[in-house]
């Protein structure tokens, strides 16, 4: 014979009372270590205000530009120049990457003369996170009867210009306009008034290089059309010359004005 034996089945555990276990055990976590909780809550709370308060407002100015692909047909030679050779998309491309140049930062610098202010040269736009942060804790600078610090070592004038150059293009948004010939370029600034000179003067300077690139085409076509036009004057005073030996060489009389070799 064989005997059967049955294990007898869990019984069922109850959600409702599970879930109320699992509660009391967190509310008993909370309570024993309720003091520890609340120190990393504020010190999270305190580090947040902090980095809060060391973020300077930052100011943004921008200026709307309008690139029109014209094709320029200097005197009647269309192979001489043609901005939009390569398509309109490719034009459009090398439009923005020029509004976000090195060259055109420089000009900006220049005309601005922004290497000499050294209120943009020390730009809140252009402070780290961790700089503001140490400057904010200083606490040396709020208490009196302490010496000043030494200044720091001047730089040259062209570690100036290196450095203004590089804060403007670092600065600089350039946003085309879907669907449209128009394009927004943006300029960071901590100061309102500057950031709205730097957006004018980026403008300007954008369309000032636009001319005078057309300028320069010009007058190298005219160079080249002059410099074509007396070698083509030269090789008719040679033909000139050879024709008239030709003709006293085998005793040719011109009769009746410019008949010549066929009289």
């Known amino acids: 014979m064989t005997s059967t034996s049955v294990a007898p089945l869990p019984a069922p555990v109850d959600a409702g009372r599970q879930n109320s276990s699992e509660i009391a055990a967190l509310w008993r976590f909370f309570r024993r270590y309720r003091g520890g909780i609340l120190l990393v809550t504020m010190a999270f709370g305190l580090l947040g205000l902090l980095i809060a308060l060391s973020l300077p407002p930052i100011y943004r100015s921008t200026v709307t530009l309008l690139i029109e692909p014209r094709t320029q047909r200097v005197v009647q030679v269309a192979e001489i120049y043609d901005p939009t050779q390569g398509g309109l998309d490719e034009y459009y491309a090398t439009q923005h990457e020029l509004l976000r140049s090195r060259g055109l ?7 601005l003369k922004l290497d000499e202010n050294d209120a943009f040269l020390h730009d809140a736009a252009s402070e780290s996170l961790g700089t503001s942060l140490k400057r904010k804790l200083d606490w040396s600078q709020w208490l009196p009867g302490l010496p000043e610090p030494e200044p720091e070592n001047s730089s040259t004038a062209e570690q100036r210009r290196e450095r203004a150059t590089s804060l403007v293009m670092g600065q600089i948004l350039v946003q085309p306009v879907p669907k449209t010939r128009l394009v ?11 950031a709205q000179q730097v957006a004018e003067a980026l403008g300007d300077v954008f369309i000032e290089s636009g001319l005078e690139a057309r300028l320069e085409a010009t007058q190298r076509a005219s160079r080249w059309l002059t410099d074509k036009l007396g070698g083509l004057s030269e090789d008719l005073k040679k033909s000139e010359k050879a ?6 060489s085998n005793q040719l009389v011109v009769v009746g004005g410019n008949r010549g070799l066929v009289d």
């Open 243 to 248: 024709l008239q030996a030709f003709r006293d």
């Open 105 to 111: 930062a420089e000009r900006v610098v220049k005309k």
């Open 184 to 194: 927004r370029v943006h300029f960071h600034s901590g100061d309102a008034q500057l």
